[in-house]
T-cell receptor, first 112, second 114 residues
């Protein structure tokens, strides 16, 4: 197992378009997290899943954002009608009670 | 409410000098504390963590941090800086069981001069 994988690494999109990111966690980790990191800031919590259940969502996650984790494996984060303010690095992390918290390399979104 | 303050957005040291990155936290419950390092265009890598027990924790690459409850601090140190330490460092606090949610500081960029 090579860690947490995120795809794509970079995404450039026009304002108003929809985008979807994928995260593949470490296989034995049952918890999955999404964070957003804007330039010059630390990551901010967006949402987390335990298995397929979405247990918490941040108020940062507007109605244009949706996350899923079907079957408790990979997760997708979709942003509808993107805005320039959505430009950021989107980080995925996974954990289990025994192994702690591992981050992926992130997806950098640029909205033009 | 939980929050993290990192003093100094940029720190510059000479190679071989002491590294000291400051972190203060606010938490209404006993916190778990973490330091992460981030290289350009990469994700975050865990350096070390404090959960319970010994207040001086050692991490990877020669870094260590001390949890001081009375000062609500968790400063990161390394006795001798190496060029490869140049990166951005984030302090984070977590509450709840099993590291549910992290609150990160705004980061400190470490520059190491030859």
């Amino acid at each position: 197992d090579t860690g947490v994988s995120q795809d794509p690494r970079h995404k450039i999109t026009k304002r108003g378009q929809n985008v979807t990111f994928r995260c593949d966690p470490i296989s034995e980790h049952n918890r999955l997290y999404w964070y957003r990191q804007t330039l010059g800031q630390g990551p901010e919590f967006l949402t987390y899943f335990q298995n397929e259940a979405q247990l918490e969502k941040s108020r940062l996650l507007s109605d244009r954002f949706s996350a899923e984790r079907p079957k408790g494996s990979f997760s997708t984060l979709e942003i509808q009608r993107t805005e320039q303010g959505d430009s950021a690095m989107y980080l995925c992390a996974s954990s289990s009670t025994d192994y702690g918290y591992t981050f992926g390399s992130g997806t950098r979104l640029t909205v033009v | 409410a939980q929050s993290v303050t990192q003093l100094g957005s940029h720190v510059s040291v000479s190679e071989g000098a002491l590294v000291l990155l400051r972190c203060n936290y606010s938490s209404s419950v006993p916190p778990y504390l973490f330091w992460y390092v981030q290289y350009p265009n990469q994700g975050l890598q865990l350096l070390l963590k404090y959960t319970t027990g010994a207040t001086l924790v050692k991490g990877i690459n020669g870094f260590e941090a001390e949890f001081k409850k009375s000062e609500t601090s968790f400063h990161l140190t390394k006795p001798s800086a190496h060029m490869s330490d140049a990166a951005e460092y984030f302090c984070a606090v977590s509450v709840g069981n099993n590291f549910n949610k992290f609150y990160f500081g705004s980061g400190t960029k470490l520059n190491v001069k030859p």
